[in-house]
């Protein structure tokens, strides 16, 4: 049987040793299907299987893990033990309600981003049994002797065995936007740790550019060099939320609260008041329980559920609901550059002439709109010969071609054949036949052509060169150079002329474009150099203003390529990240050097990191992660994929993006639109403190309910309430008024406030004071209605119930209007700016005039009507519970307030 290989070594030895290892010779040769067959069963198809996939019933009850549901389902559990059914039951429902919304829209995020099988090639050209056949990549074995062309996908890990002209974009796996050379000579002596130095090997999912080659399959699926980014990306454990971590801990302070309100009432009944302790007990545990709010999980699901909705509204897919929150925590984005930060489409902007004419080239990417501007003139034709040469020069020099508005070839050439489009040129290359081509290579940096004009009068044999390459190289070819006015003539190359080339390009380069020259000439020895091209990578509209956004909102973004350092610490500038730079190896050292304080916030003060690989983006995650930071990555490419799981907001670009790396995010952005980061943390940071004006509704509501009750239990007072009306009262606290207030619009001041502090529990102390001024406010208030109504015959009356009861609502009604923010005035937000609100509490109003005056629903809650006179007073006793939360809010507001954490001690911010 043969010995299987990895890429490494197959680079590093020779084209016999590969075939010896592999049990294959190419001369006598190619695998038979019956050996084909036989390889398969052991290494199994070309393709990823995810083994550790879960069933369908381990993800439905994985819901159930949640604190807070946890808690939930131990208070239905204690109430059917006590014989309160219709509060098992109800919490049941609460319960069922949640994880089933949450698995199904997990579910069907799940199930439309499993794109993964479709990133292989579906199919490939392959020598079986001596024939050379099309059939489906998954069905290569190592061993199999494959061929590849240009637009071609490599179909496995492929040691290269002949190749012509062979360039392969592995940007979505290196980073590098510049295509790859490749070679079949053996790189033995040399370092080929990196992958991007095994030039003779071939990478699955990488896009053939350029020539064509031969090869012999090494490694197929899991095995090959994308299988192993595979393999750590699912063993990257994605982290919790910060939502997830603070409804974890609500539930433990709500379940703390529950075991004082029993300890409290225990020692007050049996202790204080010598009462029995089974009764006592009974009373406080179905209190506790009571206390517990079971709608909070599903306002939480469904306020998320709404969210990540208006996200996908604004071209964002999020895979998890608590992810929609996550991103309003988020205080660093990491993001790849190519394909992220920039459009990966080279785009010329600037040509310039031998004789020192400049053309500023407008438009971006591959498409002929835009000019080519000389002095303020736009260039047609061959109205300047200067600029025209030159052009004409790289379209003879290039083997680039366009098929359905996308480049079949190298990236560069592809641009300079759109600038021949801006000045109205057919191609230029049509106007010779080629006669011979020198191919470039990383060695020579320069690629020449040998051509003969078909449209010369009189016809003519003489031949012309064309030669583009790195400035330097060029220019140590070239004897001339061209100057075109008045007239065209060549001047010879003076060491001055050089230099002063060679400073033109060093000027270009620190701008952040890739610079080509070009030259022509009858021969190879008698160049006349005609100026530079020089192209960029345009940042994806909108980038620049997008970070400079999240800046302002106390987000850093950090950039993360490939490229050399004047490349990366250019374009950053131009994005508006002027920090710090450090290369990927200058990272490694100091991050082994992790002892040192110092070390890791010179990792952490870093705005640009260049040169950096797979390894190294996870280690900058994981060093960000570790100072408390919560952590966006963002990126397109298979080189992305570990550090998108391993990020605590893993994002993915959905147009351009891989699928490797897709399946690897949490947040897909559809539209490739940097910016689209900007409106999911709007959301998410809206999200937030839409769920905590609940949690501050719901507690301060029951809280009031649990003390009435609990006030005339232990005083042995008659109940104020029924058990009708208490049930009514557990709807609205509950119900549709306190879910709406999971819909209320985005807050712009919210949107402008800094990342919360992921220690920053969800009961602050200003929550909790709120809750208790309010639960204050309504006890009082409701108790003393109560107490008024019961003194004039001494005994509880259908009056004195109703009276108590349309108290207690209305007193619901005016906490939920104050809880719409935490801050903001009721009359600044708008009493219509929430719909949903309006409606909810409308209704709750009408529900209450209906069991106060209809008949039938009078003798079931027994209620009597009331006079208006007893209503107009009602609502104005109510009112008591705005009024004091709008005079707190004002005063934060006077004195700036805008956040409780200001005015106390870091770390005694919650409870």
Partial sequence: MYEQITSEWAAKN??????????????????????????????????FVDCDEEPMWQKYLGQFKDPMILLLLTSAVISVLMGQYDDAISITVAITIVVTVAFIQEYRSEQSLKELKKLLPPCCHCYRDGILQDFEARHLVPGDVVTMTVGDRVPADVRLWETED???????????????????????????????????????GTLVCSGHAKGIVTATGANSEFGEVFKLMQKEEAPRTPLQKSMGK??????????????????????????????????????????????????????????SIRVARRNAIVKKLPTVESLGC???????????????????????????????????GYSPQGEVIVNNSAVQLCDHRGVFKVVEAGCACSNATFSNGSVIGQPTEGAILTVALKMGLDNPRDKYTRLEEVPFTSDQKWMAVTCQSRHASPPSSEPVCFVKGSAESVLTRCQYYQVCSPSVRQEPILVADRERFLAVEEQLAERGLRVLAVASGPSMKQLTFLGLIAMSDPPRPGVPEAIASLHAGGVRVKMVTGDSKPTAIAIGKRLGMEGASMSGDELENLYCSSSDPLALERISAADVFYRVSPRHKVIIIKVLQGQNNIVAMTGDGVNDAVAVKCADIGVAMGKSGTDVCKE???????????GTILAAIEEGK???????????????????????????????????????QILWINIIMDGPPAQSLGVEPVDPDVVRRPPRKISQGMITRLLAFRVVMSAACIVLGTFWVFWNEMSVDNKVTARDTTMTFTCFVFFDMFNALSSRSEVKSVFQLGLFTNPAFVIAVGGSLIGQMLVIYFPPLQRVFITEALGIDDLVFLIALSSIVLLCDELLKLYR???????????????????
């Fill in 166 to 204: 062979f360039q392969v974009d592995e940007s979505s796996f290196t980073g590098e936007t510049k295509p790859a050379c490749k070679q079949s000579d053996s790189l033995a002596g040399e370092n080929v740790q990196s992958v991007a130095n095994r030039t003779n090997m071939a990478f699955m």
């Fill in 330 to 364: 988020a205080n660093v984005i990491c993001s790849d550059k190519t394909g992220t930060l920039t459009q990966n489409l080279m785009t010329v902007t600037d040509i310039y002439t031998a004789q020192g004419d400049v053309a500023k080239v407008t438009g971006t």
């Fill in 664 to 674: 690897a995010a949490d947040v897909i952005l559809v539209n490739d639109d940097f």
């Fill in 250 to 307: 609500l539930g433990q302070q709500l379940a703390f609260i529950s075991l004082c309100v029993i300890g409290v009432i225990l020692f007050i009944g049996w202790v204080v008041e010598r009462r029995n302790l089974l009764e006592m007990f009974t009373i406080a545990v179905s209190l506790a329980v009571a206390a517990i709010p079971e709608g909070l999980p599903i306002v939480v699901t469904v306020t998320l559920a709404l969210g």
């Fill in 686 to 724: 809206s999200i937030f403190y839409n769920i905590k004006n609940f949690v501050r509704f719901q507690l301060s509501t029951s809280i009031a309910a649990l003390m009435l009750i609990a006030f005339s239990t232990l005083f042995s007072l008659p109940s104020p309430l029924n058990a009708m």
């Fill in 14 to 47: 020779s084209l016999e040793d590969v075939q010896r290892h592999l049990k294959v010779d190419v001369e006598k040769g190619f695998l038979s299907s019956d050996e084909a067959a036989s390889r398969r069963k052991v290494v199994g198809t070309n393709e």
């Fill in 893 to 911: 507001r006077r004195y700036r307030l805008h956040d409780f954490e200001q005015v106390m001690p870091y770390g005694t911010t919650s409870l």
